[in-house]
Every structure is written in structure tokens, then in C-alpha cells.
């Protein structure tokens, strides 16, 4: 009771204030905090309470919380999701003042004739160069060309960028002309000026490290092994001990235009009108609170009027000028993969220039397909009736005769648990499982029946053999769990059976580290893998120059990504299998064991013949529920392989994952999916069944 | 202390009948062993007295007392399971105490001492089973029953998991306890000889139905039937198929060798010291006789001291 | 048991090592990344850090809030609070309905032994958004209660299924000894059964403590306060969109793990014992 109450305390929010969203953190965070404290000192009627949500789970906090009133009055995001919201009428206008904010943050805003955000801060890409190595950045990109390549050498580069991320690319796909959008506003990634740009991506990515994500960018060019990024501001932050400066993006010289970034604009949305939050958000961009921003939270501000001295925030304000804003358009949303994973392949001399850009078109096609067309939902109403009127008397037939008032005990000690499980884990199945009959498109549901189902499982979109087809994915995913499954067991058994003689030394201690994978979260241990499966600078290639072997492009091809993936998770989950055995084990009398090497069987044939059928049992449980784990694991292939290459290592559950949130928001289209996921371990249950001796499902 | 009252008991699983119309009174202060066959019902009846299995048919009385519907912790009786069923978590104390701590009885302490005392353990009251011998563990079990001054006492196979010598020792000591305690007991055992020797009276039951309720005496000398002729004694009784129209039952020891009406061959002689067993040919049967002193061989003469006729077709007795 | 020929324990001892080096590894990686005083994620092949600092460490357990409360010390408060709850309300409903599934045959019961087992098969995605409309109609949204909740829910069918596994190794006898000694069904429960599962409880609810240890999407979806945050939120936060505190996020990252790591070791024997159901041996 006193601890409901306790609970209930913690979670409550007092009335009459400000509460500000946000995820910001280290010195933007520090600013953000010095600020509030400062204005609520010096407005007595008035509270700012700021809250830090992570970034991961910002928005879709938002659009959880706002539909349902219980969100905040104002929150910081990206502009980017600025047509969304104001569709779905999460935000409201807001006026801001004439001057000293600079256009293109105001015009990132601006839609419908109307400004939806305070712009606070801005972030682009720019270039970072080591003064050392680059005495003067290049203003071309043929100076960039010629630069990379001079200072191309063994574990040296010249140059740099995500290359194969779809927005470290808009700046030389605007520069020769391309972009997402042509001129009439519609999506099309196959233009000339977009090939031209692949073309150059191409050629420029043979010159710099392999596989450079973020992180490995950061380490290279603190080394001193790059000489120059492409990086937002935020790694102004992050350079180390390097002499360096910062310019603008040079000009493509095929074509004299500059090479534009895009801008995202962090800005002050409005969720829920009020004179105080209103008034707080116009002091946030004004001059006092921008300068603090500028000052100690290191931000970019869209106000004009902070003086910026350092060069290298000068040049972060010169790129303002040519970038472009991030689009805020909903197709938007839907390009990104497809040009991503045209790029990976371009970056990896896999495909042409030309195949990637018709490639990324493709995808397109395939994510932004047409919604299926709305179905009458009466026939339906009808038949869900019918359904539960069924599903009562079927019921009522089984209760009947059952000698339920006899074992009214044994209800009420299941009851709490069951209730439990049907309350918070069936019906919210149920209801997401129904989203399934919906299609979510333009902030609207429309029911469309089976459609969905239609459309994934007669694969109409794409071939059959394509890594979207669901009958492909389903492939990928058996073949997935069964690997796992064999190596966990097949190690953990192993494990065991070494660990059990009692004359080995240390036993406890190999015990305790073995089971470490287990003890420590999987979302960490998963990006550690990932880290150490890079081709160039990852302790697995390392291991293998050690003994001759030529480094390997990890997530470049099918069988290695998959092993990866494999790897990591077979590291995740032996030591459940090798603790169940252990446990199995104990139980097992010695001496039938003796008893068969009495009787003259080898080795082998005491472990098949005699231990094997005894630890069926106890291990046969653990690997059905194992299997099911395995089948829904997520983590293992979203953070290291990440689907790649092209999505053909991606689970049922991962492209489940991405058609809601990544391709999209096609939620009905990946609700199918999940309940398909579920039809397809339900049967594999009754299966196992089969083979269980003792019954499982 | 109590009685005990079977009227028409009946236990059935589904179509399976395990309990055919049991009728029996025992009475305050009886030893009762129930004998049979494994799989002929006795552990079932004997669990229908707990209350661990319920009655589906007839009625049972403990004290006067309809019981078929009380649960069992409100029959006040005291079991002793095969298996021991010792608590593997508490000690000999609290093992022996937890029905009367149970009850937050005031006597508990001095009670368990009592037992423990009664029993040899005192010295293992702190043990915990696992620590204990399988003699050990047999008189906790025991302990744990008598603490409790049931009205009834069921004991399930108790000695069925010692060894021979402790066995005997272990049956004398019961013969003791319920001289010196008097409580009511129902005993089941496989083994005839500890109905023998423990039972007031036995009930042999067969296929779940009491083929005969009697003294010790009264089973070995007047034997109802067949399978009671053939299940008590040993070694077991000679039958005889072919020497007239009934079949003649004949213990061994009232095998008289020397003369007689009827001529046999001696097979094989086993020595047992004191006295011998002789296996006999009588015609195309087998036969065994007890002998005390000399052995004979070849072929001999014999009559029968005392001889039992039962019915071929219903093995009821016929003199 | 004959002594093991020289060749067969060099083998062993040989194999064991080889396979938990490669186990401890990338754990080593971790440990060099919240050890090295930059936050980058630095690659190479030692897994041993060249400099040695407890900056990280000292950034993540030093943050404060606006009001300079001790923000890691409240998350790790309420981690625990969170994780503790939910271990020990997973655990008593586990408990009562794993020992009537094991032990009675009423009617249903295979079909609610099968539901529990269907449960571990939905797939997590599709169940966030209902699950906040639905603490969202009990009233229940940002609250560690409705968080509780929810975790120690998801923790009841792999519970459930473990304490039924073990409860069925539990001599019926003992149940039925007790119950002559005069002990009702829930005394018999709290005071035979209970105390001799007690391994199985040991990793039911260690697993169960663990669930809600390290989830973080939907406590960050689910509470509104960072005041209220679980450590996982917080972590997660240091690996973001656009940059990534690697060092914070491994200093993290170790503390966060120490807690349950200690509770593995801790529990080592109950883990082996509890989970497979070695038998009440009497």
C-alpha cells in the first residue's frame, strides 16, 4: 500500500508549469540547464522543467504522449518531422520576430505559409582538415581529388565521410546537379546529376579507409591517419590534440555549384498553447539565451546576431549560406534506405554508378508502393462477431461437465498470474496484431482486410529471391535460428562435459567467466562486436593478419555477415545451454556412464548413447524456448550486421522493425509481419511437439 | 486410539476399478497388516485412510466419525511413507515437531525429546536428514508419527528400503512401540513374513478385493482360499493338480518322508543347517517337502500330516 | 573413477582456456573503452587499455541535474527499486501458478501451460504502442508502478514454465506427509515447496531482475521524468544520433553489469541447480 502510494509519487508532475522535452546532452545540455535556472529566477510566476529523454526514444514519445494530452508544452527535435506533426496537429504555429534569425533556419520551418518552431540551432556538415597535412582546404573537388590522392598511402588517407550514408552524400549529389527531388517535387534518384555524383562518390571512396563509420572517422583523423572530414559540429567537441581548422565543402567543379549539405534545424516546437511557454521559447532564440547557447552549449545558432569569432564556427555560418534544408516532406522518410543501400554496394565496387542510382530508384518504388485500396470493414464487424460468439460457445461446451467447482483452488492460484499476462501481454498482441487489418498512410488508417497479408505473403512487390520477400526473409530466419541453436547447444554442452570432470583445475573460475556473456547486457556486448568485425581496424581481421589471412569484408557478402551475426549471438547464448546442461548433469548417476565403458563403448558412444538420450529431457525445454528466443532476437542483427549487405542477413522481426519505422511508417504492413512471425512459431511449436517426449506447447 | 469402519468402500479411476466393496472393522488398539501382491490395492486403501486418495464409493469411519469427506490434516492420523518423506530442509527436530509446531502445540519440545529419546536419535536431533542412515531416517519417520498421537497410525512399506538384518530388528521394535502405545495401525506390506509376525490380524487382498481377513493363525492354519493358502507360509504351499478331483494343498513341513501312500523321486536337496528342503517328483508335479536331520535320496515314500482341498475351478477351500 | 590419462587433462585444460579467452574478450573491450580517457571508440587489436583513467567513470556516476540532486545516484535507486519489484512480484505470481500447474490436474491446465509457452512467441515490436494506450487508460503512464508492471508481466511465463519444471521434481510425499502433520494447501506451499525450490526461485527471479535491469525502450517510453529514469536510459543516451560518449557509455555500461555480473557469481550454484531441475535429493 505505502509502496503504491511511493510509486505513484515518484511518477507525478505538478500543475502550472513548463515542461520542455528534449535530448540533449553535455554542453548543450549544461547551456539548456544554466538558461531555465536563469529565467526562472527572473520569472517568479513561471517554472521551466526541463526533461532529458533519450534521442532513441524522443519521438516516438511525442507521438505517443501529445495525441493523448499527456505530453509536454514544448519540446526541442529536428525540423525534419515538421510535416508530420503539423498534419497530425501535434504543433502549433508560433510568430517569430523579424530579424536577426537567419532565412534558411526559418524557412526549414516554414510550411503552409506559417512558421511551426523557434529555430535554436543548426547543424550541417562542413570539412574539418588537419592544418599539418592540409596547410589550405580545397575549394574544388578536384583540388579534393588531387589532395586525397596525394596524401593517399598504408594506413594513411587523404579524405573521408560516411560514404556510404545517404546524407554525408546530399552535398555531392546536389552539387552535380542531382538531389531526392526534381524540379516538379517528385522523388527521383536516378537523374544524371545523381549519377555524376555516385560516379565521384565511387572514385573518392577508393581513396579513403574502408567501412568509415562515425566513430572510425573520429579515431583516424585524431591519429592523424585522415586528413580530412566531412562532420557535423558536434565533432568539433571530439577532436583531440590535432591542429586543425574547418571550411565549407568545396565547389564541384564539373559543374560550379557548391557542394551542399543538407541543414537540419534543431528548433522549439510548441505542443500545448500557453502564455509561458510561448514567452520562455521567444527568450530562447533572442539574444541573450542565444549567445549562452553560442557560448557554452558550443551550438550553432540560427540567430544572426551572435557574434561568432573562432574560424571554424565561421565556417560552419558560411556553409549555411549554400545548404540546403532537410526536406520535410513524408517521402522523405522513405529514401533514405533505398539510397543507402545503393551506396553501401557503390562504395563496395560492387555495382556501377548507373546501377546504383536505377538501384535506389528501384528500392523506392518497392518502400513508397501504393497503399492496398480500403475494404469494407462490415463483412468483417460481421465476422469477428460471428468469431466470438463461437469462440463463447466453444467455451461454454468445454466449461460444461468439467468439474470446474471442485478445482475452484487451484483457479484462484493461477488467476493473479494469468490475469496478469492476459491483461499486459495478450491483449496489447491482440491490439497490435489487429493493426494489421489497417493501413497507416499519410497520418491516416484505413482498413484494407487481408490486404496486407496478401501483399507480404504472395511477395507482390518484389522476386521471390529478393531479400524484402518475406518467403526469403523466412529463409534467412530458419536458417539463422537453427545455427544458433546447433552452436549453442553443441558449445554448451561441450563446455559442460569438459567442466564436470572433477579433476579439472580452476573449474570455478572458468565457470564464472564463461557465463559473463550472459551477465552483461546484450545491446552493449552487441555494438562491441560489431566494432571488432570492421574490415580495416577490427581485433578479428587483426587476429587473422596474425596468422596470414587477408582481411576480411565482414558485412560485404551474404556468408560472411551472416557469420557475424552468428558469432556474436552464439557468444550471447552458449552459456544458458552449458549452465542447463551443467545443472542436467548432476542429476545423471556416473556410473551408467562406467557401466558402458564396462560394456566396451568408446568415448563417442557413451556421450551419444548413454548421456545424450538422459540430458534429452532437461535440454530439449530449454532449446525449443531458446529457439523461439532466437527467432525474435533483434539486437544481434539490427546492431551488428544491421541487415547488410542489402538487407539479405535481416530477420523476420528486423524487417518487421524497419517497414514500421525505417522504410516509412507502414505499421499495418509490419504488424502483418508480426503476426506472421507468430503464425510461423506456433507451428513450429506444434512440430516440436512431435518430437518432444514430453509435451512443451 | 480408535476404530476404524469399512462399509462397501470402493475406489475407481475412471473405468478402472482399484477397490471392490471392502467391508472391515478394526478395532481400538488393532495391528493390522494389509498383504498382497504389488499392484493388488492395499497402498490404495491405505491412502484412502489419510484422506490422500478419495473414496468414490461405500463409506469409511474413523471413531465413528464419516470421514469420506474430511480433508486429510483433519483425520488426526500419522503415516509413514516408503519413501520416509523426511523434510530434506529441516532438522530431525523440526521434522519431528512441525505437526505439533503446526498447531502451536505447548508440548512440542518435550514431546519431540520424548520421542527422540523413545527412539535412539536423541543425539541426531540437530541432524538434517541427508546427515542421517536409512535406519536413521526410518525411526525419524517413525518419531514424526508418534509425536503426534494419532488415532490411527498408516504405515506404507516402511522397511521395504533396509537391509535384511535391519529389517528384523526394526520389526521388533515396531511390535514394541504399539505393545507399549497401543494406537490403532494399518500396516501394508508385500511381505508375509512381517504380516506374520506384526499383524493382530491380516487382511491379504488380491486384485482389490479382500480375499480374507484373520489372525495370523487363522490365514496359515485355515486358510480361505487358494491364493491365501498360497500367498501366506513359506515357502510357499505344494499344490497338487492331479492326485484327486480338488486340488490338494500341502505345506512343506507337512510332508511326512518315509512311509505312506505315495512313492516320489528326490531332485535336489538344500541344506539350510538346522533343517533341509527336499525337491520332490511326485508323479509328472513338483513338490518340496521340510525335513529336519537326515536327508534321504533316491526314491521315497510319503503322506501328507495335513492336507487342504480346494475347488479347481473357483480355488475356494473344500476341506 | 579411473585418473584421466596426461594427453586427455592437457587437452581439457587447453580447450577450456583457448574458448574463455575468446569468451572474455570483447568483455576485455569494454572494460579498455571505460578505462581509455577519450570517447571514441577505438579499434585495434589489444583488448588491454595503453592509458589507464577513471574519468568516465567519474563522469557517469557524477551527473547532477538543474537542481544539483544526484542524478546517477537517484537512477540507481530507482534501477534497483524497479528491478527488485519487478523480481519479486514475477516471482510470487510465478510461484503460486507454476505449483498449481504442476501439481493439479484441473481442468484447462495443458491449455494454460500452452498460453504461457504462445506468450514467449509474440514478437515485441507491435506491443509497445498498445501497451502505452493501455497504462495510459489505467492511469498508470509515467509511474514506476506502471512500469513495474508491465516487466514483472513479461517476466511471469518464462518464470512460470521454470518453477513448474522444478516443482514436478519435488516428491508428491512430502506435500502429502505435511498435509497428515495437519498443514493446510498454502502452509504446505510457504513451508515444504517454497524452501526446497528455493534455487529455482534464486534464478527465476534473478532472470526476472535482470529483464527489468537492462530494458530501456520502453522505461524511456514509459517514464516522464529523468529523475525517474532506469540506468539503461541513461546509458543508452550516451551512444546518440549524432555523437557517441563511447568511454561514458563502457563505464556505463561495467556499472550497470556489475551488479547482476556479482549476482551470477553469487548465485552460481542455484544457477546450475535451479534451472534444470536437479531433483530434491532427500
Not at chain 1, 516554414?110 to 562542413?126: C, D, F, H, I, T
Not at chain 1, 556501377?352 to 535506389?360: D, F, G, K, L, R
Not at chain 3, 494506450?133 to 512460470?160: C, K, N, Q, R
Request: contains cysteine.
Amino acid at each position: 500500500m505505502s509502496l503504491a502510494l511511493l510509486l505513484g509519487l515518484l511518477g507525478q508532475a505538478q500543475a502550472g508549469e513548463v515542461t520542455l522535452w528534449h535530448a540533449w546532452r553535455g554542453d548543450e545540455r549544461l547551456a539548456l540547464d544554466t538558461l531555465v535556472e536563469q529565467y526562472n529566477a527572473a520569472h517568479p510566476g513561471t517554472t521551466i522543467r526541463p526533461v532529458f529523454v533519450p534521442y532513441e526514444a524522443l519521438s516516438s514519445k511525442i507521438e505517443a504522449a501529445v495525441p493523448r494530452g499527456n505530453g509536454p508544452d514544448l519540446f526541442v527535435y529536428a525540423h525534419e518531422k515538421v510535416a508530420d506533426w503539423t498534419d497530425e496537429k501535434f504543433i502549433l504555429p508560433v510568430e517569430l520576430p523579424a530579424d536577426g534569425l537567419h532565412p534558411v533556419t526559418v524557412d526549414a520551418l516554414r510550411l503552409r505559409e506559417q512558421v511551426w518552431g523557434w529555430p535554436l540551432a543548426y547543424k550541417s556538415l562542413a570539412l574539418y582538415y588537419n592544418r599539418a597535412l592540409v596547410p589550405t582546404p580545397p575549394a574544388t573537388t578536384d583540388a579534393l581529388l588531387a589532395t586525397a590522392e596525394a596524401l593517399h598511402g598504408p594506413d594513411r588517407w587523404g579524405f573521408a565521410w560516411e560514404a556510404s550514408s545517404a546524407y554525408a552524400n546530399a552535398p555531392w549529389m546536389h552539387g552535380f546537379g542531382g538531389g531526392v527531388f526534381d524540379t516538379d517535387g517528385a522523388v527521383r534518384l536516378d537523374s544524371p546529376g545523381n549519377v555524376a555524383a555516385f560516379r565521384f562518390v565511387q572514385t573518392l571512396a577508393a581513396l579513403g579507409p574502408a567501412e568509415p563509420s562515425g566513430a572510425l572517422l573520429t579515431q583516424l583523423f585524431n591519429e592523424g591517419s585522415v586528413a580530412m572530414i566531412a562532420n557535423g559540429p558536434s565533432f568539433l567537441g571530439e577532436v583531440g590534440a590535432v591542429d586543425f581548422g574547418v571550411a565549407p565543402l568545396p565547389t564541384v567543379s564539373a559543374t560550379g555549384r557548391a557542394a551542399a549539405p543538407y541543414i537540419t534545424v534543431d528548433a522549439l516546437f510548441l505542443a500545448r498553447e500557453g502564455a509561458e511557454a510561448r514567452a520562455f521559447a521567444d527568450w530562447m532564440v533572442a539574444d541573450e539565451a542565444a549567445e549562452v547557447r553560442h557560448r557554452v552549449g558550443k551550438q550553432m545558432v540560427a540567430n544572426t546576431r551572435v557574434e561568432v569569432t573562432d574560424p571554424r564556427l565561421v565556417a560552419f555560418r558560411q556553409q549555411l549560406d549554400t545548404a540546403v534544408p532537410m526536406p520535410t516532406r513524408p517521402e522523405m522518410a522513405q529514401t533514405w534506405e533505398p539510397l543507402a543501400r545503393a551506396m553501401r554496394r557503390l562504395v563496395r565496387g560492387a555495382i556501377t554508378p548507373e546501377e546504383a542510382a536505377s538501384e535506389a530508384a528501384f528500392q523506392y518504388t518497392i518502400v513508397s508502393r501504393p497503399s492496398p485500396p480500403a475494404a469494407d470493414p462490415r463483412p468483417w464487424v460481421v465476422a469477428a462477431g460471428l468469431g466470438l460468439v463461437a469462440a463463447a460457445v466453444w467455451l461454454a461446451r468445454e466449461v460444461r461437465g468439467a468439474p470446474i467447482a471442485r478445482w475452484r483452488f487451484a483457479f484462484a492460484w493461477v488467476a493473479p498470474a494469468f490475469s496478469a499476462m492476459t491483461l499486459l501481454v495478450v491483449l496489447p498482441f491482440v491490439v497490435g496484431a489487429a493493426v494489421s487489418l489497417f493501413e497507416y498512410d499519410q497520418q491516416a488508417w484505413t482498413f484494407v482486410g487481408l490486404a496486407n497479408f496478401l501483399d507480404i505473403l504472395l511477395a507482390r512487390d518484389f522476386p521471390l529471391t529478393s531479400p524484402l520477400s518475406f518467403w526469403s526473409t523466412l529463409a534467412v530466419t530458419i536458417a539463422w535460428t537453427v545455427a544458433n541453436v546447433v552452436l549453442h547447444v553443441g558449445i554448451g554442452v561441450a563446455l559442460a562435459m569438459l567442466l564436470r570432470e572433477p579433476w579439472v583445475r580452476l573449474r570455478g573460475v572458468f565457470r564464472a567467466l564463461l557465463i559473463l556473456p550472459w551477465a552483461v547486457p546484450s545491446y552493449i556486448t552487441a555494438l562491441i562486436w560489431k566494432g571488432m568485425f570492421h574490415r580495416q581496424f577490427g581485433a578479428i581481421n587483426g587476429l587473422l593478419a596474425l596468422v596470414g589471412v587477408e582481411p576480411v569484408s565482414w558485412f560485404a557478402h551474404w556468408s560472411t555477415a551472416f557469420a557475424a551475426n552468428v558469432t556474436t549471438n552464439t557468444w550471447l547464448g552458449f552459456p544458458f545451454m552449458m549452465v542447463v546442461t551443467l545443472g542436467a548433469l548432476q542429476a545423471i548417476p556416473r556410473d551408467l556412464e562406467e557401466a558402458a565403458e564396462v560394456d566396451g563403448a568408446s568415448g563417442w558412444q557413451r556421450f551419444h548413447l548413454v548421456t545424450l538420450p538422459l540430458l534429452k529431457p532437461a535440454l530439449l525445454p530449454a532449446v525449443i524456448l531458446g529457439s523461439v528466443w532466437t527467432f525474435n532476437m533483434f539486437n544481434v542483427i539490427y546492431l551488428v550486421s544491421g541487415g547488410e549487405p542489402d538487407g539479405g542477413t535481416d530477420i523476420l522481426i528486423s524487417q518487421a522493425y524497419r517497414w514500421a519505422f525505417t522504410r516509412g511508417h507502414r505499421y499495418g504492413y509490419a504488424a502483418a509481419y508480426a503476426v506472421l512471425i507468430f503464425g510461423v512459431l506456433v507451428l513450429y511449436g506444434r512440430v516440436a511437439n512431435r518430437f518432444a517426449s514430453r509435451k512443451v506447447v | 486410539m480408535a476404530t476404524l469402519s469399512f462399509a462397501g468402500v470402493e475406489k475407481r479411476y475412471g473405468v478402472v476399478q482399484v477397490l471392490h466393496r471392502v467391508d472391515l472393522e478394526v478395532a481400538d488398539g488393532e495391528f493390522i497388516v494389509l498383504v498382497g501382491p504389488s499392484g493388488c490395492g492395499k497402498s490404495t486403501l491405505l491412502r484412502c485412510i489419510a484422506g490422500l486418495e478419495e473414496i468414490t464409493g461405500g463409506e469409511l469411519r474413523i471413531d465413528g466419525r464419516r470421514v469420506n469427506d474430511v480433508a486429510p490434516r483433519d483425520r488426526d492420523v500419522a503415516m509413514v511413507f516408503q519413501s520416509y518423506a523426511l523434510y530434506p530442509h529441516m532438522t530431525v527436530r523440526e521434522n519431528m515437531g512441525f505437526a505439533l509446531s503446526l498447531q502451536k502445540h505447548p508440548e512440542t519440545v518435550p514431546r519431540v525429546e520424548a520421542a527422540a529419546a523413545m527412539l535412539g536419535l536423541s543425539h541426531l536431533l540437530d541432524r538434517f536428514p541427508r546427515e542421517l542412515s536409512g535406519g536413521q531416517r526410518q525411526r525419524v519417520a517413525m518419531g514424526r508419527a508418534i509425536v503426534r498421537r494419532p488415532k490411527v497410525f498408516l504405515f506404507d512399506e516402511p522397511l521395504s528400503n533396509l537391509d535384511a538384518s535391519l529389517r528384523n530388528q526394526v520389526r521388533v521394535e515396531l511390535r514394541r512401540q504399539h505393545a507399549a502405545l497401543r494406537t490403532t495401525t494399518v500396516y501394508v506390506t508385500h511381505d508375509q513374513t512381517e504380516a506374520l509376525t506384526l499383524a493382530d490380524r491380516i487382511v491379504v487382498l488380491n486384485g482389490g478385493v479382500v480375499q480374507q481377513v484373520g489372525t495370523p493363525d487363522e490365514l496359515y492354519f485355515e486358510p480361505r482360499n487358494r491364493f491365501v493358502a498360497g500367498f501366506i507360509g513359506s515357502p510357499g504351499m505344494n499344490f497338487l493338480e492331479r492326485l484327486e478331483d480338488h486340488v490338494v494343498g500341502v505345506r512343506p513341513n507337512d510332508v511326512v518322508l518315509g512311509a505312506g501312500p505315495h512313492e516320489a523321486e528326490v531332485e535336489v536337496v538344500e541344506k539350510l543347517g538346522f533343517e533341509s528342503m527336499i525337491h520332490l517328483r511326485l508323479g509328472e508335479e513338483a513338490l518340496v517337502a521340510r525335513v529336519e536331520g537326515a536327508t534321504p535320496t533316491g526314491r521315497v515314500r510319503l503322506d501328507f500330516a495335513r492336507a487342504y482341498r480346494f475347488d479347481r475351478a473357483t480355488g475356494e477351500r473344500r476341506g | 573413477m579411473r585418473s584421466p590419462g596426461l594427453a586427455r587433462v592437457v587437452v581439457t585444460h587447453a580447450a577450456l582456456t583457448a574458448l574463455t579467452v575468446a569468451t572474455i574478450f570483447p568483455v576485455l573491450w569494454v572494460v579498455k573503452m571505460a578505462l581509455t580517457p577519450s570517447s571514441t571508440f577505438s579499434m585495434s587489436v589489444n583488448p588491454f587499455p595503453t592509458e589507464v583513467s577513471l574519468e568516465n567513470f567519474s563522469a557517469v556516476v557524477g551527473t547532477h541535474d538543474a537542481t544539483g540532486s544526484w542524478l546517477f545516484g537517484r537512477q540507481l535507486f530507482n534501477s534497483l527499486l524497479v528491478s527488485g519489484i519487478t523480481a519479486a512480484m514475477g516471482v510470487t505470481l510465478a510461484c503460486t501458478a507454476g505449483y498449481a500447474l504442476s501439481r493439479w490436474n484441473f481442468p484447462g491446465r495443458d491449455r494454460m501451460m500452452a498460453a504461457f509457452l504462445l506468450t514467449q512467441m509474440f514478437p515485441g515490436v507491435v506491443m509497445a504502442i498498445p501497451l502505452y494506450l493501455l497504462l495510459d487508460a489505467l492511469g498508470l503512464l509515467d509511474s514506476m508502478a506502471g512500469l513495474i508492471l508491465v516487466y514483472s508481466t513479461t517476466t511471469v511465463p518464462f518464470a512460470t514454465w521454470n518453477l513448474k519444471g522444478y516443482f514436478d521434481t519435488i516428491p508428491k510425499d512430502l506435500e502429502e506427509a505435511a498435509m497428515l502433520d495437519g498443514a493446510s494447501r498454502w502452509t504446505t506451499f510457504t513451508r515444504i515447496i517454497l524452501p526446497l525450490a528455493r534455487p529455482a526461485i534464486a534464478v527465476t527471479a534473478l532472470f526476472a531482475f535482470m529483464t527489468a535491469w537492462n530494458e530501456f525502450i520502453l522505461a524511456a517510453t514509459l517514464l516522464g521524468d529523468e529523475r525517474a529514469y532506469t540506468l539503461p536510459v541513461v546509458l543508452n543516451g550516451y551512444v546518440g544520433e549524432f555523437s557517441a560518449e563511447w568511454g561514458n557509455f563502457a563505464a556505463g555500461a561495467i556499472l550497470v553489469s556489475l551488479p547482476v555480473t556479482a549476482l551470477f557469481f553469487i548465485l552460481q550454484r542455484q544457477l546450475v541447480e535451479g534451472l534444470t531441475a536437479g531433483g530434491v535429493k532427500g
